[in-house]
């Protein structure tokens, strides 16, 4: 997985819970990318990142934040979880370059009860 | 902007025979395209992409995808299909410009028949 780890791998939590995702990476990627994979709707993107306190929001951002305080590490929370953010997140990483590749972490299973 | 549609949310075929996963894109700039794959309660991964090289694309495990800009098609095939092949795959778009937005597609699930 191009030397991401996400943590953790697997949570579940109540309504009205926060939550924080955390995404790292050994590769020293500018760029860090959040996403949710629901079904029938392939992956969509929730926050990314251009570099450290440099953040954007994307396709799907209500309800999440994140923070970006070092290179390697991308935090992505929910203040106040609810059902319909039930999901699998995804990390992703990139160079600089539009056309370069995003790696993807193994990925995080959320349910939010 | 950008968008992408695969024709097909679920496509089975033989083992041994021909794979075809079709894929339509929109794209207001010239685009990138990109083929992921992911494998049951697996991350996703790279098979190829097209970056406005060769419009012709060889990708890993023998796929390879056509750009077509007449259509705006990005077709996947592979000769021959392996079980190992059996997967969910995604048709993917990204407008080279600034920060890498991908817009992926809803997805194709493959299913291979011994």
């Known amino acids: 997985d191009a030397g991401i780890t996400q943590s953790p791998r697997h949570k579940v939590t109540e309504t009205g819970t926060p939550v924080t995702l955390r995404c790292h990476q050994t590769?020293?990627?500018?760029?860090m990318y959040w996403y949710r994979q629901d079904p029938g709707h392939g992956l969509r993107l929730i926050h990314y990142?251009?570099?450290?306190?440099?953040?954007d929001k994307g396709e799907v951002s209500d309800g999440y934040s994140v923070s970006r305080s070092k290179t390697e590490d991308f935090l992505l929370t929910l203040e106040s979880a609810t059902s319909s953010q039930t999901s699998v997140y995804f990390c992703?990483?990139?160079?600089?370059?539009?056309?370069?590749?995003?790696?993807f972490g193994p990925g995080t299973r959320l349910t939010v009860l | 902007a950008q968008s992408v549609t695969q024709l097909d949310s679920h496509v089975s075929v033989s083992e041994g025979t021909p794979v075809l996963l079709r894929c339509n894109y929109s794209?207001?700039?010239?685009?990138?395209l990109f083929w992921y794959v992911q494998h049951p309660n697996k991350g996703l991964q790279l098979l190829l992409k097209?970056?406005?090289?060769?419009?012709l694309v060889k990708g890993i495990n023998g796929f390879e995808a056509e750009f077509k800009k007449s259509e705006t098609s990005f077709h996947l095939t592979k000769p021959s299909a392996h079980m190992s092949d059996a997967a969910e795959y995604f048709c993917?778009?990204?407008?080279?410009?600034?920060?890498?937005?991908?817009?992926f597609g809803q997805g194709t699930r493959l299913t291979i028949n011994p």
């Open positions: 794209s207001s700039y010239s685009p990138s």
């Open positions: 993917v778009v990204s407008a080279n410009q600034g920060a890498q937005k991908l817009v």
């Open positions: 590769e020293n990627h500018r760029y």
């Open positions: 990142s251009y570099g450290v306190k440099d953040t």
């Open positions: 992703a990483i990139s160079g600089t370059l539009s056309t370069d590749t995003q790696y």
């Open positions: 097209y970056t406005s090289a060769a419009t």
